[in-house]
């Protein structure tokens, strides 16, 4: 078998693409799942997350993952339930042309878990865990995860957090050819911080009120710079090139063996291309792999991946992809949202600090977040309306929110101080 080589993978990129009229978009939920006290469900608990993915099991659509005895997802038609390191669980949907399309099935596998949930336990739309203490939280038995809970700590001194505490919503979108990924791309990744101000979701962490409007964001951004936040190969303008080049450069945490995991001790993926490890030389297998170990704030598979919201209830995370797909897939949107988004004139570590910080309340340079986002969301919304506008609709509850100049962090504060107890607290947040 030939080796892997860097002009290998860059032409694989340029293999990638897809004509307009088959763009599709693709979304994945990740959730919180607690008990009334607060405390995360854990893997192995009575009701716990072992034993839901077993009941979910015995569904028709679904089949199950298996890791060693544990099961450890749940895998359907281009549709899969993974679990995070601390058991927080997530659907990757099927990826479709028309957002009522996904809409429909996001909610529909919302409400198939709630009906398998214990009448102990509970589904809330919080970017980060509110109450539970990280060291506390049971780790899920993966092996990746075995060799992550080592490796991360050391590079960052918020990892466990991220890790164990956060969940998001996220959205993947097509591109046509090199240059339609590097716009979207480019201006993505300008947007990150608004991203995060916009959805900023998680303002109480280890039962305090900490000061910051995403905890989820503050975590992320203390966890490994070399893979997380804003590539500075990148920064100046995307093509495949420079991205291959980046992921190859990033410290590995691992690889697999014949069905082992092996830590990889930092080495990068180009010293594995070029040397390998142990005789082992990677495939495109490990190559995937390793591109699911690097997360920065937009990422470049097979299509791109946006990644800096706070997980936030379900109707106003379908917003936010119908706000994104606005932008991103009407030409003369795309446009006016770069033309935009030059705006951003401050250091984007900087700006995305801030948006975790205050939310809406934020300012990038010169321009405050909720003015950004109030001027993009006109964009996004003429959009939508020549792209798909049988789901303008969805738009609403994020043009409420903007209207109102708050992220929902601030709706979370006003309900945490005017519930009685964590319970009624938690009902009020919860899917």
């Given at each position: 078998m030939s080796r892997i080589t860097e002009e290998l993978l860059v032409d694989c990129y340029h293999q990638y693409g897809t004509s307009r009229p088959n763009w599709l978009v693709g979304a994945e939920f990740e959730r919180l799942f607690l008990r009334r006290d607060g405390k995360q469900v854990n893997y192995f608990a009575k009701d716990g997350v072992r034993d839901l993915l077993t009941k979910l099991s015995t569904a028709a659509h679904w089949e199950?993952?298996?890791?060693?005895?544990?099961?450890?997802?749940?895998?359907?038609?281009?549709?899969?339930?993974?679990?995070?390191?601390?058991?927080?669980?997530?659907?990757?949907?099927?990826?479709?042309?028309?957002?009522?399309?996904?809409?429909?099935?996001?909610?529909?596998?919302?409400?198939?878990f709630q009906d398998a949930t214990s009448n102990e336990n509970m589904w809330?739309?919080?970017?980060?865990?509110?109450?539970?203490?990280?060291?506390?939280?049971?780790?899920?038995?993966?092996?990746?995860?075995?060799?992550?809970?080592?490796?991360?700590?050391?590079?960052?001194?918020m990892a466990p957090v991220m890790m164990k505490g956060t969940t998001s919503f996220q959205a993947c979108f097509d591109f046509e050819n090199e240059a339609d990924c590097a716009r979207k791309f480019d201006l993505m990744l300008r947007l990150s911080p608004l991203t995060t101000a916009m959805f900023a979701n998680s303002p109480i962490f280890e039962g305090e009120i900490t000061g910051w409007m995403s905890n989820r964001g503050r975590a992320w951004q203390a966890t490994d710079a070399s893979r997380t936040g804003f590539p500075t190969q990148i920064r100046d303008g995307y093509s495949h090139e420079r991205w291959v080049?980046?992921?190859?450069?990033?410290?590995?945490?691992?690889?697999?063996v014949d069905g082992q995991w092996l830590h990889a001790n930092g080495k990068s993926f180009r010293e594995f291309m070029l040397y390998g490890f142990d005789g082992n030389f990677p495939t495109i297998a490990?190559?995937?792999?390793?591109?699911t170990s690097v997360f920065p704030e937009v990422r470049v598979k097979k299509w791109i991946e946006v990644r800096g919201a706070d997980a936030c209830k379900m109707p106003l995370a379908i917003a936010g992809i119908a706000f994104w797909k606005g932008l991103?897939?009407?030409?003369?949107?795309l446009d006016l949202a770069l033309e935009i988004s030059a705006q951003v004139s401050s250091d984007p570590d900087e700006a995305l600090r801030c948006a975790s910080k205050d939310?809406?309340?934020?300012?990038?340079?010169?321009?405050?977040?909720?003015?950004?986002?109030?001027?993009?969301?006109?964009?996004?919304?003429?959009?939508?309306?020549?792209?798909?506008?049988?789901?303008?609709h969805l738009l609403q509850p994020l043009e409420l929110l903007l209207s109102k100049g708050e992220c929902p962090a601030r709706e979370v504060l006003r309900l945490y101080k005017s519930c009685d107890d964590r319970e009624q607290f938690l009902k009020a947040v919860s899917y």
């Open positions: 199950a993952s298996f890791e060693g005895e544990n099961i450890i997802g749940l895998t359907g038609v281009e549709r899969a339930v993974t679990l995070e390191p601390g058991a927080q669980v997530e659907l990757a949907g099927t990826p479709h042309l028309k957002l009522l399309e996904l809409s429909n099935e996001a909610i529909d596998n919302l409400k198939e809330i739309a919080l970017g980060v865990t509110p109450f539970d203490r990280i060291n506390d939280i049971k780790w899920v038995p993966k092996g990746r995860y075995e060799i992550m809970k080592n490796y991360l700590p050391q590079r960052g001194a080049n980046y992921l190859l450069d990033v410290p590995m945490m691992f690889y697999v490990d190559w995937d792999l390793h591109q991103l897939y009407s030409e003369t949107s939310g809406l309340a934020a300012k990038f340079g010169d321009v405050s977040a909720i003015d950004l986002a109030q001027q993009l969301f006109t964009v996004a919304k003429a959009g939508l309306n020549e792209c798909d506008p049988e789901a303008s």
